[in-house]
């Protein structure tokens, strides 16, 4: 399988003032090319003790978490909302573990070779 970087996002190490969960601006899954087979999350730093939730932004209505407990390397499906919410975006929602400081989160789709 080969890896191709899909999306880019830097996190805050908790959520953001004045909000629940969300720690990070909204960043797109619509590049995901066609075929890809699972999504690959990696943190930079990596630090194995880093878990987040990937949240999707739903304008004027409760926004919806679609994959939960992600820590660096987790492998997952593509969510399903990509196509359907794509337009408003995904964030990343309640970090812990990052020691204190921000974090990058690269996401990667995994192509067949």
């Known amino acids: 399988m080969r890896e191709v970087l899909v999306a880019e996002v830097r996190s805050d190490d908790r959520p953001r003032s004045g909000q629940k969960d969300r720690?990070?601006?909204?960043?797109?899954?619509?590049?995901?090319p066609e075929?890809?087979?699972a999504l690959v999350w990696r943190t930079e730093p990596?630090?194995?003790?880093?878990?987040?939730?990937?949240?999707?932004?739903v304008r004027a209505n409760y926004d919806?978490?679609?994959?939960?407990?992600?820590?660096s390397g987790s492998k997952t499906p593509v969510p399903r909302e990509q196509k359907s919410l794509s337009r408003r975006g995904f964030y990343i929602?309640?970090?812990?573990?990052?020691?204190?400081?921000?974090?990058?989160?690269?996401?990667?789709?995994?192509l067949p070779d």
Not at 23 to 32: D, R, Y
Not at 46 to 57: C, G, K, L, T
Not at 64 to 71: M, P, Y
Not at 96 to 104: E, Q, T
């Open 46 to 57: 990596h630090i194995a003790a880093i878990r987040f939730s990937v949240m999707a932004d």
């Open 64 to 71: 919806q978490r679609v994959l939960s407990n992600i820590v």
């Open 35 to 37: 075929g890809a087979e």
């Open 93 to 110: 929602a309640g970090p812990s573990g990052s020691g204190g400081g921000s974090f990058v989160v690269k996401v990667f789709a995994l």
């Open 23 to 32: 720690s990070s601006p909204n960043f797109s899954l619509a590049a995901i």
